[in-house]
């Protein structure tokens, strides 16, 4: 009776059958670049959602976070870091929203150092994304003891079902995983991050995604 929402890191989501519905994922749906709607042997929607691509759709209609929410969320994520004696993290791939509420909370909390990493959304046009690229004022490095930017976060393959390889999955015959971008499009943007002075973090899973990062 009601839908569901599985996430798992952030490259697989599992709902059930209202889930798909809402989302409006239904038999006849076909799979989108960089993503799929996992079937059974017969053909049959199994709920589970592989790469954002095909999991957006779910996530769209999932209510959002306050500020408020988000602010007490990274308080609590502090603390629990504390209690294990923690005292450092990165955070990779992060929106502006993210960022303000580490911005309003770390300096307070003072007892976590916090690098984080701009998320680059490889969704966009290569022109979006060289204007958005541009237009983010502070640099690698810029901040202090308790909060820095470390740089850009770049995932230009899948996760454990849907990392990019030279050879087809062993249970997959003719699947080799999902290249989230071309190898000119990370050749640009890495080429423009080195310009602007920014470093740059690239999630890899499979051997051929490694290549074009090491290529880049």
């Known amino acids: 009776d009601n839908p569901v929402y599985l996430p ?14 809402l989302a409006g994922i239904n038999p006849g749906s076909v799979d989108p670049p960089g993503g799929a709607f996992v079937r ?10 592989l790469e954002s691509p095909a999991f957006t759709r779910v996530t769209c209609l999932l209510p959002q976070p306050e500020e408020q929410d988000r602010r007490r969320a990274v308080r ?8 294990a004696g ?16 580490y911005q309003a909370v770390v300096p307070e909390e003072r007892s976590l150092r916090v690098s984080l ?28 003891q308790w909060l820095s930017i470390w740089g850009l976060k770049l995932v230009i393959d899948g996760g454990v079902e849907g990392g990019y390889f030279r050879d087809d999955y062993a249970n997959n015959p003719g699947f080799r995983g999902h290249p989230l971008t071309s190898q000119e499009n990370l050749e640009a ?11 740059a ?16």
């Open 76 to 83: 609590a994520g502090i603390r629990a870091f504390n209690r």
């Open 40 to 49: 059974d042997p017969s053909g049959r929607l199994t709920g589970m959602l």
């Open 117 to 144: 990493m701009w998320a680059v959304d490889l969704g966009t046009t290569p022109e979006e994304r060289r204007a958005w690229i541009d237009g983010l004022a502070p640099i690698s490095g810029f901040g202090d």
């Open 8 to 21: 798992r890191g952030g490259h697989v989501v599992v709902t059930n059958g209202l889930g798909l519905g």
């Open 86 to 101: 923690i005292t450092a993290v990165r955070d990779p791939g992060l929106g502006a929203a993210e960022v303000r509420s």
């Open 189 to 199: 943007i890495l080429e423009q991050a080195h310009q602007l002075g920014w470093r």
């Open 201 to 216: 973090g690239v999630h890899v899973v499979g051997d051929a995604a490694m290549e074009m990062a090491l290529a880049a």
